[in-house]
């Protein structure tokens, strides 16, 4: 999970899941990782985004997975935020769909939509996590990113939103919206 998921930062989806797959052929555990060259590890992720320096980090992880957590993945925030590469973003997803541990993944989507309708009112992704975790019930942690990443794609987009067929329009804030379909 933690290596798919540096993968698919600045990726998207259909690109990242073939690459994860092509490179956990080759290497499924970091010891085997840390045995691959960094230039194979760019040959078999390409073409995600910013391919040679995620190999670069994939191997950095790798060795302080073995160094640090005997080579296990933590199931703490904290503990994943000193990994090389890791954001919160990153350490909630791991601990949310690898460990099944409550947590707020914050993408672009989250953070604009959950400003756009007046739940929060933050800066930046972090900010609006933290905010998130004091106003939104525990149970729906989890189910919050996938919920809303669908949702900013297809009806809340960036710009020119889609309030006509928003199921939710009547209790949006609108805020930040100058126009919208």
Not at 7 to 21: C, E, I, K, V, Y
Not at 24 to 50: C, E, N, S
Not at 130 to 140: V, W
Not at 154 to 177: F, I, K, M, W, Y
Request: hydrophobic share 40%.
């Amino acid at each position: 999970m933690l290596i798919a998921c540096i993968l698919s930062l600045r990726t998207q989806d259909s690109t990242t899941g073939p690459a994860a797959a092509r490179l956990f052929a080759v290497a499924d555990t970091p010891a085997a990782m840390r045995r691959v060259p960094a230039a194979r590890i760019a040959q078999l992720i390409y073409p995600v985004g910013f391919y040679r320096t995620k190999a670069r980090v994939i191997l950095e992880i790798c060795r302080d997975l073995l160094a640090r957590f005997d080579g296990r993945v933590p199931d703490d925030i904290d503990a994943l935020l000193t990994l090389k590469g890791v954001g919160r973003k990153t350490a909630n997803l791991v601990i949310t769909m690898g460990y099944g541990k409550p947590g707020i993944c914050v993408d672009t989507h989250v953070h604009r939509i959950s400003n756009r309708l007046g739940y929060v009112r933050t800066r930046d992704p972090e900010a609006t996590e933290m905010a998130l975790r004091a106003q939104l019930p525990r149970r729906f942690w989890i189910g919050y990113n996938d919920l809303l990443v669908s949702f900013g794609q297809n009806v809340c987009t960036p710009l020119s939103p889609h309030c006509s067929v928003c199921p939710v329009s009547a209790l949006c804030r609108r805020v930040g919206v100058t126009s919208h379909r």
